[in-house]
């Protein structure tokens, strides 16, 4: 059996098209990227080190992704020994293409864990590693990457600043705790993100989080699609009390955010370790190049800098991204 419901939101003064589906025999995502497309698989909460988390981190690899966002949180409290037995040997060979967010469990020992971590892998400062952004090449999307917990008006300030350096709306920003969010039975909204949000509301198309171990999509909120992706395998959770509109949501199963970055558009579905769809649908967005033009250049000559290639080649190469 295969339950289906379709529903149409507006955002970002386009129509979003979302098709759920559920699929109790299982339904395998496949096909590569074109030139002008970006992959993207997208989960936090899943550095646990169980058989449950190997199996969704086998299947995210095993698709071959372009890039990796790691959502946060390596447990118990992202020690140095826990990157490298619980985070490291799931997605370490994914390391080359990853972009992670701080979590709360590992912020504590962010120094000698996740800084440590990354310095190692990607020779990242801890400037690099706490945030950063960049134009991905092959579809115009930029990606905005902050650390929630760290001090919200400074974040909200770099923020403010690298969505200065890129016009449009086409704009996905992660973090490891969102705003507005669909609850789980630990967590709800997260309202000290607030300074943050300001910045991104009617700016970004895309606002992915983990922090709770659910999947859920918002309606979209001031033209922003929230998307909670904290179900990769530790400790998942049930709804809790809502307070916003949840277009979608699947519990008790580990799952990872599949994107499609195109001009204009991404495509997202929600998908386990089998691969079977909970929840697809597309995000538009108005690209840098139909947005109004800007008469600051204050920018120029900034492009090109700190180019950094993904695991399918120069395609998919940073067209610029400023280190802080």
């Keep these: 059996m295969r339950g289906r419901t379709v529903s149409r939101a507006l955002t970002l003064g386009a129509v979003v098209a979302v098709t759920a589906c559920v699929a109790a025999g299982g339904a395998t995502i496949v096909g590569a990227a074109r030139a002008d497309e970006t ?13 449950t988390s190997r199996a969704l981190a086998h299947y995210v690899i095993a698709q071959r992704p372009d890039r990796f966002f790691y959502l946060g949180d390596v447990y118990e409290t992202g020690t140095r020994s826990e990157f490298t037995r619980r985070y490291d040997l799931l997605y370490g060979p994914l390391a080359a293409i990853t972009d992670p967010v701080l979590g709360n469990h590992e912020y504590a020992n962010r120094a000698t864990g996740y800084f440590a971590y990354w310095a190692a892998k990607r020779r990242w400062t801890r400037d690099r590693a706490k945030h950063r952004a960049y134009v991905d090449a092959a579809s115009a999307w930029q990606v905005v990457a902050y650390a929630s917990d760290a001090d919200a008006a400074s974040e909200a300030a770099w923020v403010a600043r690298r969505f200065a350096e890129h016009a449009g709306t086409c704009r996905i920003v992660i973090a490891h705790k969102g705003r507005y969010v669909v609850a789980d039975t630990a967590h709800g909204d997260n309202i000290e993100q607030q300074p943050v ?6 700016k970004a198309a895309i606002n992915v989080v983990g922090h709770n171990h659910i999947y859920g999509r918002l309606a979209p909120i001031r033209g922003v699609a929230v998307l909670v992706s904290g179900a990769g395998g530790h400790a998942l959770r049930s709804l809790g009390k809502q307070h916003h509109a949840v277009r979608a949501s699947k519990t008790g199963v580990a799952t990872a955010t599949r994107l499609v970055l195109r001009r204009g558009a991404a495509d997202f579905a929600q998908v386990d370790a089998r691969g079977v769809v909970y929840d697809s649908g597309t995000v538009t967005c108005v690209p840098s190049d139909a947005a109004p033009r800007r008469t600051d250049h204050a920018i120029a000559g900034r492009r090109e ?7 399918r080649g120069a395609r998919h190469a940073a067209a610029w991204e400023p280190s802080r």
């Design 197 to 202: 949000w300001a910045r991104i509301a009617g």
């Design 305 to 311: 800098n700190g180019v950094e290639p993904a695991a």
């Design 39 to 51: 992959i993207v698989f997208a989960l936090g909460d899943g550095a646990d080190g169980s058989a």
